[in-house]
């Protein structure tokens, strides 16, 4: 009888396409054959083996086919995934931003990753240096290792950088990109007289003080981050100060002044004193308190506010307090 089913075995590394005529004895029905294939670059290959019979098959077929898949992989120690770059996207100037990829053995024996070194400063290698790959798996299967890529902008921009493995066998090396973006801004306006500043943009992460410096005459009010209320501290020259620190978003600052006033009080003859005889308040604010004493025998006559006559004489010998406001 003619046999009408046959197989094959396939070697995903070695040997070449064969076609070599085999006879198939009557009453066996079929007979196992080996097809070799030699990948010429890594990657995936699919194609068609067919065998021709003579004479036909029951069916009267000449040929019968069946698909074939062949991986080409290295026999060496590489950077996966082939042939990719290791992209990190975007970051804040002063932001880190990582990624990995992978070091992969294919060969028969363990190999050590001596170094890993970028050329690029906005990136660095965090890890990998010093680890031992195991020997390949299988004939399919390599023993992988990740390697992590930071990647922190010093400033705005697109950035690549090649990655260089070395190891104690082959030197593979991989690349990794990334962009630079600006860091979060500090936005300042204020009301009054007086000025905040400055309005500028700072790195991921970073701090910043902002000086607010009131008019002459003038004082700070009230400052605002991003809607609350915060404190500032006193600086030099009758300036303010307000710290930043560790900074991850943007920020808004209001600054408000208000305008001082002086208030001087005195005394019109020898029959008393006043307390205190000068007095500086703002806009706005609660009203400042005067004492005034009159001697024994003496009483008070009338307080002068701005030239308007403010009360009439009517404490004796007492101890008087008189309000004046804004």
């Not at 046999?3 to 009557?26: F, I, Q």
């Not at 290792?145 to 902008?153: D, G, K, M, S």
């Not at 701090?207 to 609350?228: F, K, W």
């Not at 209001?254 to 020898?270: D, E, L």
Request: hydrophobic share 30%.
């Amino acid at each position: 009888t003619r046999g009408s089913r046959w197989s094959h075995n396939m070697d995903e590394l070695t040997g070449c396409y064969t076609s070599t005529p085999v006879v198939v004895p009557a009453c066996v029905g079929f007979i196992d054959f080996d097809t070799c294939v030699t990948p010429t670059s890594q990657g995936d290959y699919n194609g068609t083996l067919t065998a021709t019979v003579s004479p036909a098959f029951n069916n009267g077929s000449t040929s019968q086919s069946t698909s074939m898949h062949v991986k080409g992989i290295p026999s060496m120690v590489t950077a996966e995934p082939l042939g990719e770059n290791l992209n990190l996207g975007s970051a804040q100037v002063g932001q880190t931003k990582s990624g990995s990829f992978q070091v992969c053995n294919y060969r028969s024996s363990p190999v050590t990753i001596n170094s890993i070194s970028v050329n690029d400063g906005n990136f660095s290698v965090a890890g990998g240096v010093g680890t031992v790959i195991p020997a390949v798996q299988s004939q399919y299967t390599p023993t992988c290792r990740a390697v992590t890529i930071n990647f922190t902008p010093q400033a705005t921009g697109n950035f690549s950088s090649n990655i260089q493995i070395n190891t104690t066998a082959e030197d593979p090396t991989y690349t990794c990109s990334g962009t630079g973006t600006p860091g979060p801004f500090i936005t300042i306006s204020s009301t009054g007289n007086g000025t905040i500043t400055p309005s500028t943009s700072v790195q991921y992460g970073g701090n910043i003080t902002v000086t607010m410096t009131p008019s002459t005459g003038n004082t700070l009010n009230s400052l605002t981050d991003n809607g609350s209320t915060r404190t500032a501290s006193s600086g030099p020259s009758g300036a303010y100060t307000y710290t930043l620190s560790s900074i991850t978003i943007d920020h808004t600052l209001v600054a408000s002044f208000r305008t001082m006033y002086t208030v001087t009080a005195n005394v019109t003859g020898s029959g008393g004193t006043v307390s205190p005889t000068s007095a500086t308040n703002s806009y706005g604010r609660t009203g400042q308190s005067f004492t005034l004493t009159p001697y024994n025998g003496y009483t008070l006559d009338k307080i002068i506010d701005n030239g308007i006559d403010v009360i009439s004489s009517a404490y004796v010998n007492q101890s008087v307090t008189a309000f004046i406001y804004d």
